[in-house]
């Protein structure tokens, strides 16, 4: 997981639920559509580097959905409809993969990605298990409940990770800490490298690097 810094909500988005209200019509999130819908996709992943919000693994438009924080079945209309409660997830259709937005349905988690220390409650092993953090206790049940609730260790996931941590070995020193500065910050296209927090992560612990 990867702290997202929430931007402003697409302007065609902010004066559809402008218009909807000044008609009085009860709105919600089934109500919206393209194009008010897209310019809401597309928002969220510029914002998030086009990185999943949970997993951080790459996704773009054809792999990823639009994400209620608060699920849809537990709030009120306004807040269905709220950019602050949206993000972008990977799984495109439901119910799979079975992971993330998809794993998470109508449950609660722990830890969000829109608080800023969200990074600090997960560990990572070198075969891409994520873990709760070992060096805070008052965040591992939360971090706990956030692994299973999303499936953080689903096979292809912890697969990914794996690979993405057997693609280190052999890298020099300087090499590492030039890398932990490309994990830090998104590319000329606006998009982070995958498993970017795995990977800052790892070269951290098993280089030393800040």
Known sequence: ????????????????????????????????????????????LSEQGYICCYCCNSVDQSNSHIEHLAPQS???????????????????????????????????IGVSPLQANCEEFFDYSSSGEILPTANNLAHQKDAQ??????????FDLTEGRKQAFEALEGITQEEAELLAQVCQQMNGEGRYQPFCNAVLYYLKNYFGVS
């Open 1 to 44: 997981m990867k702290y997202i810094q929430k931007g402003k909500e697409p302007q065609n988005f902010s004066d559809w639920k402008a218009t909807q209200k000044s008609l009085g019509y009860n709105y919600d999130y089934k109500c919206l559509l393209n194009p008010e819908r897209g310019s809401v996709h597309i928002s969220l």
């Open 74 to 108: 537990k709030t009120d209309l306004e807040l269905s409809v709220d950019y602050t409660n949206m993000l972008a997830s990977c799984g495109r259709y439901p119910n799979w993969p079975e992971y993330c937005g998809n794993k998470k349905q109508n449950l609660a």
């Open 145 to 154: 409940t956030t692994i299973k609730v999303l499936g953080l260790n689903h």
